[in-house]
């Protein structure tokens, strides 16, 4: 079992910035890839970004360009930092982790909410 714990996120203005973090503890040794969704009012969960145990990362057209995942493997966390914030950014943002050659989803946070508002 893994055991994801996010913190960050809160209000953020648009333009600015904000950092999510999501550690991860448990089984560790399964998890190949770590990322994140967000699901905003009366809309469909969407994947924001993801990053492999090597490096590989992949973005929502959304965000690219907007927001940078990274990961510490010695620290077993993930991060999004989030810049040039929209309202549209607004939602509550959920940590996934999961193993190879699966849909990213075998482990879930709690969800954090980011709303991004002047």
């Known amino acids: 079992q893994v055991h994801l714990v996010e913190s960050g996120g809160g209000l953020g203005q648009p333009g600015g910035s904000l950092r999510l973090s999501c550690a991860a503890s448990?089984?560790?040794?399964?998890?190949?890839?770590m990322g994140w969704y967000r699901q905003a009012p009366g809309k469909q969960r969407e994947l924001v970004a993801l990053i492999t145990r090597g490096g590989m990362t992949n973005y929502a057209d959304s965000v690219k360009g907007r927001f940078i995942i990274t990961r510490d493997n010695a620290k077993n966390t993930v991060y999004l930092e989030m810049n040039s914030l929209k309202s549209k950014d607004t939602a509550v943002y959920y940590c996934a982790a999961g193993a190879a050659g699966r849909v990213l989803g075998d482990y879930w946070g709690q969800g954090t909410q980011v709303t991004v508002s002047s």
């Open positions: 448990g089984s560790i040794f399964s998890i190949y890839k």
